[in-house]
């Protein structure tokens, strides 16, 4: 069982909707959670980044940590067309012996249709 | 200011020959990862340097090496290339070790024959 699952999509919405998108993970460890989006042959782009449980916002974005349910979403309102690529859900734990290891979900495809 | 910058952008190789992939972090970020994402998946930590170090290690063959220089730039070298190796090698920087957010390059693609 990996780590860090995430559901592969495609996730289809229209112009407008609101997307959901989430990871589940195992290693109660974790205390970094990111949200990179990814257009295609590009590097991962920072989204949203959170530091332990609670929800954070920027923007039209909601990122939210429930460390008791090892369970972390991003909400993106008003979504455009130009939201359409994968997103990777990240994670990493604290201190010197974690350094500066991510661990990524397989990423979710996200096609938002005009 | 520039962001991490990766070259070369796309590379072509076949089996069983060497590679050497290279990054610059952004100004002032100290540490430097290296990932591998294969097509359709996520990226897998390959390495970690900071101030010249390695700092941490992931689950992949001795084949793949690395090093940091005096102005934080590092290199990624695979040897004996397999098939398998193909994918989009990403660079990521941060300030110090144990930092969070990291930033990611655009990667190299690499392609094996």
């Known amino acids: 069982q990996k780590e860090v699952e995430q559901d592969p999509g495609p996730l289809s919405v229209p112009e407008g909707a609101i997307v959901s998108l989430n990871c589940t993970y195992s290693?109660?460890?974790?205390?970094?959670f990111m949200w990179y989006r990814q257009y295609s042959r590009k590097g991962p782009e920072l989204l949203m980044y959170t530091y332990s449980s609670g929800n954070k916002e920027d923007g039209r974005f909601t990122a939210q940590v429930d460390k008791s349910s090892k369970y972390i979403s991003l909400f993106i309102r008003d979504s455009q067309p130009s939201d359409s690529a994968t997103y990777l859900c990240?994670?990493?734990?604290?201190?010197?012996?974690?350094?500066?290891?991510?661990?990524f979900g397989g990423g979710t495809r996200v096609l938002v249709k005009p | 200011d520039a962001g991490v910058t990766q070259s070369p952008t796309h590379l072509i190789k076949t089996r069983g020959q060497h590679v050497t992939l290279r990054c610059s972090p952004i100004?002032?970020?100290?540490?430097v990862s290296w990932y591998q994402q294969v097509l359709g998946q996520g990226p897998q930590f390959i390495f970690q340097?900071?101030?010249?170090?390695?700092?941490g290690r992931g689950n992949f063959p001795d084949r793949f090496s690395a090093r940091q220089f005096p102005n934080y730039s590092s290199e990624l070298n695979v040897n004996a290339l397999l098939l398998g190796d193909s994918a989009l090698y990403l660079c990521a920087s941060s300030i110090r070790t144990g930092d969070q957010p990291q930033h990611f390059g655009d990667g190299t693609r690499l392609s094996i024959l």
């Open positions: 340097y900071y101030e010249k170090e390695e700092r």
């Open positions: 290693n109660s460890a974790f205390q970094y």
């Open positions: 100004s002032g970020h100290k540490s």
């Open positions: 990240a994670m990493s734990a604290e201190g010197r012996a974690a350094g500066n290891k991510l661990t």
